[in-house]
């Protein structure tokens, strides 16, 4: 029993850890959001007005980051004891989730550059692809609940992946185009989540 308690307490820390540097990330991209002090009304309203690009940046970021983190939720919830080897890819990909209001603020300000564009595709890609490791390293060592399915443990993080490395030649060629690659994600992880509620309906059925 005690070995259990340390583990439970261990994959507690583990996940506290995540979800806090989840939620500094998503609080970080509102730093950006600003107008100058002393102005006048109409400086005021201008300022507002120009604040347009930044409040579309900004919504696309904090998706982003909310997907992922969903994503995240789901993954450790399948995952039923957290190993040395999945912390470790974990805060790993910490990193790289803390890194992410940079290339949110290069793509706020210069979202019309494709190197802001794949900067930003290349960080939350990195992100999945570490996501797509403890996937892989947590079936390898048998700690995924009973009755995981490949589909919902694998299919998030590869979707995620291939949305934002198709975004990358997309970039090139028209930047601001880019990020309709990644709202693209939205319905794709929905159907996911609609093909493992049917066959979750299935099994219960049979």
């Known amino acids: 029993?005690?070995?259990?308690?340390?583990?439970?307490?261990?994959?507690?820390?583990?996940?506290?850890?995540?979800?806090?540097?989840?939620?500094?990330?998503?609080?970080?991209?509102?730093?950006?959001?600003?107008?100058?002090?002393?102005?006048?009304?109409?400086?005021?309203?201008?300022?507002?007005?120009?604040?347009?690009?930044?409040?579309?940046?900004?919504?696309?970021?904090?998706?982003?980051?909310?997907?992922?983190?969903?994503?995240?939720?789901?993954?450790?919830?399948d995952i039923q004891r957290i190993g040395p080897s999945v912390a470790a890819v974990n805060v790993a990909m910490l990193g790289f989730v803390a890194l992410l209001p940079f290339p949110s603020s290069l793509l706020a300000n210069y979202g019309d550059e494709p190197v802001a564009v794949i900067s930003y595709a290349t960080n939350v890609a990195t992100i999945a692809a570490l996501q797509l490791i403890i996937v892989t390293i947590a079936r390898r060592t048998g700690r995924f609940r009973a009755g995981t399915q490949a589909l919902s443990a694998y299919a998030p993080p590869a979707v995620t992946i291939l949305g934002f490395?198709?975004?990358?030649?997309?970039?090139?060629?028209?930047?601001?185009?880019?990020?309709?690659?990644?709202?693209l994600l939205i319905p794709a992880h929905a159907t996911i989540d609609h093909i493992e509620e049917r066959r979750a309906r299935r099994d219960r059925g049979t």
């Not at 500094?24 to 109409?42: N, W």
């Not at 309203?45 to 409040?55: N, S």
């Not at 490395?165 to 709202?183: D, G, K, R, Y």
């Open 1 to 77: 029993m005690a070995v259990e308690d340390d583990d439970s307490g261990q994959d507690g820390r583990v996940l506290a850890l995540s979800d806090g540097v989840f939620a500094i990330a998503a609080t970080l991209l509102a730093l950006d959001i600003r107008v100058p002090e002393g102005l006048d009304t109409s400086s005021l309203h201008d300022a507002l007005r120009a604040l347009g690009p930044d409040m579309s940046g900004y919504a696309i970021a904090f998706l982003v980051i909310g997907v992922l983190w969903l994503g995240h939720r789901a993954l450790f919830t």
């Open 165 to 183: 490395v198709a975004s990358m030649p997309v970039a090139l060629i028209s930047p601001t185009w880019a990020p309709a690659c990644w709202l």
